[in-house]
């Protein structure tokens, strides 16, 4: 099973340039969400999706956008990249609610 | 806003040695915690799930307690070896906002052959 699956692993920006980093699962799970883990601190909700369709802000949602159009894609939209995006982006998945979380290997993103 | 906090930041110890990592939140309305082990250049790898009407949940030489009362949880590792080398995060799900998780920012472990 390829399980959650992002692409790309490292990504170099200018500051204003967009892009998509992308996440599939092939799990079937309802559940997806990305996070962003900067040094010292835990990972942060971006924003997350309960199904196809349906999408919600996390913690940290400014300057980015997401849609759900199928259960296994849930691709992240940065609009306008910022050298404060700098970061290691981790998309996951579950089942259902609050249950076991699976993640993706992560996107190194650099922006300049 | 629920808080997590992992202290230490890092900790060193010699192989076989019994070891506890600890996890403490702010907020004891929780849905239920989860330890994950994360390895360098790697995602996150769930360990351990406890649901907080659940005390404890063991798996091999691991073993995770949840206290919701006093707001902590421990992961307690038995005879370590140089393969648990990783950073171990605890994260706790919000009993109010689901599917929302709050992560701490790890423990980097380091067992010493």
């Known amino acids: 099973n390829a399980g959650v699956t992002q692409t790309p692993k490292f990504q170099v920006l200018k500051t204003g340039q967009s892009m998509t980093l992308q996440c599939a699962q092939d799990?079937?799970?309802?559940?997806m969400s990305w996070y962003r883990q900067d040094p010292g601190m835990g990972l942060r909700l971006i924003h997350y999706?309960?199904?196809?369709?349906?999408?919600d802000q996390g913690e940290v949602p400014n300057g980015y956008n997401v849609s759900r159009s199928t259960t296994e894609d849930f691709p992240l939209r940065l609009l306008s990249a910022a050298p404060s995006q700098t970061s290691v982006y981790f998309c996951?998945?579950?089942?259902?609610?609050?249950?076991?979380?699976?993640f993706g290997s992560g996107t190194q993103l650099s922006v300049l | 806003k629920q808080e997590v906090t992992q202290i230490p930041a890092a900790l060193s110890v010699p192989e076989g040695e019994n070891l506890v990592l600890n996890c403490s939140f702010t907020?004891?309305?929780?849905?239920?915690l989860q330890w994950f082990r994360q390895d360098p250049g790697k995602g996150l790898t769930s360990l351990l799930l406890?649901?907080?009407?659940?005390r404890e949940q063991t798996s091999g030489r691991l073993n995770a307690s949840l206290d919701k009362s006093s707001g902590r949880s421990t992961l307690y590792i038995a005879a370590s070896q140089p393969g648990d080398s990783a950073t171990y995060l605890c994260?706790?799900?919000?009993?109010?906002?689901?599917?929302?998780?709050?992560f701490g920012s790890g423990t980097k472990l380091n067992v010493k052959p």
């Open positions: 996951a998945s579950s089942y259902g609610i609050n249950e076991k979380l699976f």
């Open positions: 799990m079937n799970h309802e559940y």
């Open positions: 999706s309960v199904g196809a369709g349906i999408t």
């Open positions: 907020d004891s309305a929780i849905y239920n």
């Open positions: 406890i649901q907080s009407s659940q």
């Open positions: 994260a706790v799900g919000a009993l109010y906002n689901f599917n929302k998780f709050y």
